[in-house]
């Protein structure tokens, strides 16, 4: 299970610098109001394709007060303490490597130069806490599709979206804070301004492989600062960019915690994972 997760990383690595990327060619299209793509494939129920410009925002929710609030509550009985603010010996690149990513002030941080990190212990069935807090946006960025951009990779295969959704959003609906990225936009947007605490609270269930073959697609909830967007849904299969996302042969049932690196500094605090089996 470990060498499949593993070799998914030239994957995962191009999805950072793909992520942020606009039309086909990564151009915006004439005329077209966002982000988005026009030649990707249907997703299941055939109105919406992948990364569909016309797919419609989520409606604006209103984040629960207090969450995550502005000091850190404590991991909860049984949890895995990934991050506490004092060290990074839980974390490495994907390729094995020391991890290079600065704490500054209690908090690990996305460097400038990009790359992402991953948990050293493997997790299936869990519940995960990631705190996190987008950078200033930039003049530039207001209609950009290129704002700070990370994300939550569940077994490093499954990603929830972390991007700079406040306010009028450029970017494509299953792209934005809180999606499943390709795949399912969140039920309502509740992104914070930039500069502010946002967490991620989520319950995933990994996909049930038997003989090699998926026979029960991986489960996830999200609650993005404490208001729910994602119920039980089922995944199409790990994140892809541009393509439908699809179980292939010999699917893990495990794997690491992956944090996207895409070269903003994405700061993170409170990183926990709780085991469900």
Not at 29 to 39: E, K, V, W
Not at 191 to 200: D, V
């Given at each position: 299970m470990?060498?499949?997760?593993?070799?998914?990383?030239p994957l995962?690595?191009?999805?950072?610098?793909?992520?942020?990327?606009?039309?086909?060619?990564?151009t915006?299209?004439?005329g077209?109001?966002?982000a988005?793509?026009?030649d990707?494939?249907?997703?299941?129920?055939?109105?919406?394709?992948?990364?569909?410009?016309?797919?419609?925002d989520?409606?604006a929710?209103?984040?629960?007060?207090?969450?995550?609030?502005?000091t850190?509550r404590p991991?909860?009985?049984?949890?895995?303490?990934l991050?506490?603010?004092t060290?990074?010996?839980?974390w490495?690149?994907?390729?094995?490597?020391?991890?290079?990513?600065?704490?500054?002030?209690?908090?690990?941080?996305?460097?400038?130069g990009g790359?992402?990190?991953?948990?050293?212990?493997?997790?299936?069935d869990?519940?995960?806490?990631?705190?996190?807090?987008?950078?200033?946006?930039?003049?530039?960025?207001?209609?950009?599709?290129?704002?700070a951009?990370?994300?939550?990779?569940?077994m490093?295969l499954?990603?929830?979206?972390?991007?700079d959704?406040?306010?009028?959003?450029i970017m494509y609906?299953?792209?934005?804070?809180?999606?499943?990225?390709?795949?399912?936009?969140?039920?309502?947007d509740?992104?914070r301004?930039?500069?502010?605490w946002?967490s991620?609270r989520?319950?995933?269930?990994?996909p049930?492989?038997?003989?090699?073959?998926?026979v029960?697609?991986?489960?996830?909830?999200v609650?993005h600062?404490?208001?729910?967007?994602?119920?039980?849904?089922?995944?199409l299969?790990p994140?892809?960019h541009?393509a439908?996302?699809?179980?292939?042969?010999?699917?893990?049932t495990e794997g690491?915690?992956?944090?996207?690196g895409?070269?903003?500094?994405?700061?993170f605090?409170?990183i926990w994972?709780?085991?469900?089996?």
């Amino acid at each position: 299970m470990h060498s499949v997760a593993h070799r998914a990383a030239p994957l995962l690595r191009a999805l950072g610098v793909l992520a942020a990327l606009t039309c086909a060619g990564g151009t915006a299209a004439a005329g077209q109001a966002r982000a988005g793509y026009t030649d990707t494939p249907f997703l299941p129920g055939g109105q919406w394709r992948v990364h569909d410009p016309a797919r419609p925002d989520p409606p604006a929710g209103t984040p629960q007060r207090g969450v995550p609030g502005d000091t850190p509550r404590p991991a909860p009985r049984g949890a895995v303490v990934l991050f506490d603010g004092t060290s990074l010996a839980a974390w490495r690149t994907p390729d094995g490597g020391a991890p290079h990513w600065p704490i500054e002030g209690g908090l690990m941080v996305s460097p400038a130069g990009g790359g992402d990190l991953e948990s050293r212990q493997h997790f299936g069935d869990a519940e995960v806490n990631v705190e996190w807090r987008l950078p200033p946006r930039r003049p530039e960025e207001e209609r950009s599709a290129s704002r700070a951009n990370s994300g939550v990779f569940l077994m490093g295969l499954f990603q929830v979206q972390i991007f700079d959704s406040y306010g009028p959003d450029i970017m494509y609906a299953d792209g934005q804070a809180g999606a499943i990225f390709g795949q399912y936009p969140p039920r309502v947007d509740v992104c914070r301004a930039p500069g502010e605490w946002q967490s991620f609270r989520i319950r995933f269930w990994a996909p049930r492989v038997r003989g090699g073959v998926v026979v029960e697609p991986a489960i996830i909830t999200v609650r993005h600062n404490g208001v729910l967007i994602h119920d039980r849904v089922r995944l199409l299969g790990p994140t892809q960019h541009r393509a439908l996302a699809a179980y292939g042969p010999n699917t893990p049932t495990e794997g690491p915690l992956r944090l996207q690196g895409y070269g903003r500094p994405v700061a993170f605090r409170n990183i926990w994972v709780r085991p469900l089996r």
